[in-house]
């Protein structure tokens, strides 16, 4: 069973950096999606990033340019520089194995929540002006 531990969370001022890991033990499938997704109070959860088994990652609209995705062996990282006080949030990683949801959409791994089955228990991040 597939199972995510993010880290990295923690407390930042505006402007600053942090990088958050996610590491996935028993994700054995040839395919897969992970990617990173976001929840602030009161807000619905929203999609950061994702990543796709053959190396290719998305973003969504408004979190280009700031957030970096990447994977390296087991673990999946997301950079997130030059912080703002809205990115203050829970930050939560989850996967997609096999593609199961993602085969129904071109195979392309799309930061959508309802497509990923396993999550990870979240990491806060709070940024303060």
């Known amino acids: 069973q597939v199972q995510l531990v993010e880290s990295g969370g923690g407390s930042v001022q505006a402007g600053g950096s942090l990088r958050l890991s996610c590491a996935a033990s028993?994700?054995?499938?040839?395919?897969?999606?992970m990617a990173w997704f976001r929840q602030a109070p009161g807000k619905e959860r929203e999609g950061v990033a994702s990543?796709?088994?053959?190396?290719s990652t998305k973003y969504a609209e408004s979190m280009k340019g700031r957030f970096t995705i990447s994977k390296d062996k087991n673990v999946l990282y997301l950079q997130m520089v030059n912080l703002e006080p809205e990115d203050s949030a829970v930050y939560y990683c989850?996967?997609?194995?096999?593609?199961?949801?993602?085969?129904?959409?071109?195979?392309?791994?799309?930061?959508?929540?309802?497509?990923?089955?396993?999550w990870g228990q979240g990491t806060q991040v709070t940024v303060s002006s």
């Open positions: 989850a996967a997609d194995p096999g593609k199961t949801a993602a085969r129904f959409f071109g195979n392309y791994c799309y930061t959508n929540p309802l497509d990923y089955s396993v």
């Open positions: 028993s994700l054995t499938t040839r395919t897969y999606c």
């Open positions: 990543f796709d088994s053959d190396g």
